[in-house]
């Protein structure tokens, strides 16, 4: 194997965290940075002509390439794991910018009490109620620490939208249950499609508290403190699943590749993929030396460099750390070990329903819509429920684009093709509100990644293995979320909605969310986590992992926003106290 | 080597004037062309006529409107077998190919190529049937892996972009009153509340003139 010269820093992985690392640590150091990217280079314009359906949204053009490298997936130990064969339930980037180019600009804030949800659970309704085999987790950090970094992220993409708490006071118009903002939303919210008003009005109506999600689709031009203009949205409709047009999304290749693009010590290696993180010393006392991986010509190269920053997404995060043989890993019969547990995804269900009324849904943008956060987190009692937490509803106006739209039909509707279906199809097609409920989902012991004993990637490295199904708790909480759905669309005036069934078992095939979170978490102790929490590795200090995998679970807002302003926080921790001092900074 | 097959179709079969945009060239056509000739990439013409009648029984044309058959829908279907998608060039194919639980996708060896082709061999004489016995043959099979891929298939080629072939001069978008994409909806998109706005479609071509597109079909 080609050994490379020696670097100060190598990042893994391109996408919103590892590109954000290194646009810090090349505005703020001299270090010399490398990021390695698996996939191909993109720039900004690379999107003008992007808005083919059929090729992006159902083809997936951008997404990971399911023939070289999927996950296998079983609900319990019992059954036989096997691959995913083509991506469904959730849709991983691949390319410079990763899946921060397909995202569909949610931007919100995770609600206080998630980062410290085992202690307050606990406090207020005590370990009974927590479910069986419920291993829900604190954060090691709290919301308090975490929000000067909300804002600067918010700062960073442009975030349009409403504070509802600003510095402890209620404000009419925002989200009244989200944690105290230091400062305003940097853009006014978007422009809201009729469906989205029907849907505000019908929510307060019944006594909810509406508010304008919070958008990186942003509603008018914007410079951020790095100088980067971007053009105000247009609402063509075509955002998640796309790069966009005229970067009103915030996309790393359009908020962090111009900056970087002038940083003469931070380079990006596109088409090399990462095989090991390869350390040296005693297994609870490891260095890492640096990074092999394989680079566009095929050939396997080492890159020496003295600080290892894994931010490769969750899947990756996790299958780099067990190929490489570092930390313990989670033995699910002992309970014991850390690595690749707390894996968690999102409850995403909710119901539809059918208006007299067009509603030209081809206009919107990914993030255009209004939500409520009334039954999120533990904002509502649970005293008389049978489940905890929550998540949010939210009507968004993303553009109904024809392939993925047409043929949904009300319940009085039998047809499934034919003359009838295709009548009712085209009368129903333009008279449709979806009013969708993202919930959270908490860590279960029994819910796990590892390596698959089978099955390779094109390599010839085990796949990622995915042991996980939903519990009671998920399974009632939908029930809950379908029935407030649907009392939410029959006061928006729908003449019929949907009976949505009840949540069965995790489905690889139906999407979800692209949100699948740990394996890697950060927390208070090395019997607990990966890594502490400055997400630097308990057993290797010159490793920190960013991305998703950190979350102990998953909070039910979006997981985009808090990955960026966890990155900004490790940032610091790493000039201001790691370089200055190379060892754990806790 | 395979002779390169056609499909031939009657131009007053299907009516009135259509454009088809074979191998990216725009071809216009009327009621006075006897027959249509159209290169196949992967169906045979027995093949082609076929699932151009199965697809027309989905989505007919009727009172309704246009549907399978003048949109174009089995030369989308045609191409996109032929390309990577067909070929399953983006699925993870590696073995053991076993039986799961429904959520776990599909996990059969066979390509969308080898589907259709197994499934269009018991559909032998199925374009000659009558609507009726072409409606009873495709209720027998309506809970396979073939119809429903047909059935989706049907979908994108009546509402693809033309660019893939199907949607043949944007009827799909006309009938349901997509306009395909815009450069801006930002000053309607909080207007016409309660009416339908309903702008004239347009196809990624006719906006980006100087755009030489390879649809995913056309790649390797």
Known sequence: MKTLPRVDVVIVGGGWTGLLMAKELGARTNLKVVVLERGAPREPHDYL??????????????????????????HDPKQRALPIRQLGSFLPGTGVGG????????????????????????????????????????????????????????????????????????????????????????????????????FRAATASLGLHPCPVPAATISTAYTNPDGIHRLGCVYCGYCERFGCMIGAKAQPTNTLLPVIAKQKNV??????????????????????????????????????????????????????LMLSNIGTRYDPVARKGTLGRHLTHQVSTGALGFFDKPLN????????????????????SHKDLSFLRGGKFMLLASGARPIANFGVLPPSVTATWGAEWKKASIQWYDRIGAVIFEGEHMSYAGNFMDLDPTYKD????????????????????????????????????????TDPARLQNYDCTKYQATHIQGGTTMGESPEDSVLNSSQQHWDVNNLFVLGASTFPQNASGNPTLTILAQT??????IVERYLKNPGPVG | MKRRQFLVLSAASIGGVLVYSLDRKALRLSAEDRAIRIPLRFFTQDEA???????????????????????????????????????????????????????????????????????LKDLTGFDRLSPGEQDAALTKIEDTYFFRL???????????????????????????????PRMSNAKDVDQHFGEAFRPKPTSLQEIFKDTRFQPSEDEP
Request: a negative charge.
């Open chain 1, 49 to 74: 002509t992007d808005m083919d359906e059929l090729d992006y949204a159902i083809r997936l053009r951008m997404m990971q390439d399911a023939s070289k490298e999927t996950v296998t997936l079983r």
């Open chain 1, 568 to 573: 900004f926080r490790v940032a610091d921790a």
């Open chain 1, 99 to 198: 899946a921060g180019e397909h995202w569909q600009g949610l931007s919100l804030r995770f609600s206080p009490d998630s980062f410290e949800i085992r202690t307050r659970t606990i406090e207020k309704y005590g370990m009974k109620r927590l479910p069986e085999d419920c291993d829900i987790r604190d954060w090691g950090v709290t919301y308090q620490q975490m929000e000067p970094y909300y804002t600067r992220a918010e700062k960073l993409i442009g975030v349009s939208g409403k504070a509802g708490n600003l510095n402890g006071k209620i404000v009419a118009g925002g989200d009244p249950f989200d944690g105290p903002h230091s400062a305003e939303y940097p853009n006014p919210p978007m422009k809201m499609p009729h469906v989205a008003e029907m």
């Open chain 1, 267 to 320: 380079t990006i290696r596109s088409r090399s993929a990462a095989r090991r993180i390869v350390c040296d010393g005693s297994i609870k006392d490891q260095h890492a030396k640096g990074v092999s991986y394989v680079d566009e010509k095929g050939e396997e190269v080492f890159q020496p460099a003295d600080l290892v920053i894994l931010s490769s997404w969750t899947l990756n995060n996790n299958r780099l």
């Open chain 1, 458 to 497: 094109h390599l010839g490295d085990p796949l990622l293995r995915f042991t996980l199904n939903w519990q009671e708790n998920e399974r009632n909480m939908s029930d809950f979320s379908n029935t407030k759905a649907t009392e939410m669309l029959r006061a928006m005036g729908a003449k019929e909605t």
């Open chain 2, 150 to 180: 047909l059935h989706r298939h049907t979908i994108e080629g009546m509402f693809c972009d033309p660019i893939h072939g199907g949607n043949v001069d944007m009827i799909g978008w006309q009938l349901i009153g997509y306009p395909g």
């Open chain 2, 49 to 119: 006529m076929i699932v151009a009648a199965a697809s027309a029984r989905i989505f007919p044309s009727d009172d309704s409107g246009p549907g399978a058959k003048e949109a174009g829908v089995v030369i989308y279907i045609d191409r996109q077998l032929a390309g990577p998608y067909g070929r399953d060039r983006h699925r993870y194919k590696q073995a053991p190919f076993e039986e799961g639980v429904r959520e776990q996708g599909y996990q059969l060896e066979a390509n969308p190529q080898q589907v259709y082709r197994a499934a």
């Open chain 1, 361 to 380: 849904r081809f206009m919107g943008a990914g993030a255009s819509g209004i939500m409520v956060s009334d039954y999120d987190a533990d904002n509502f």
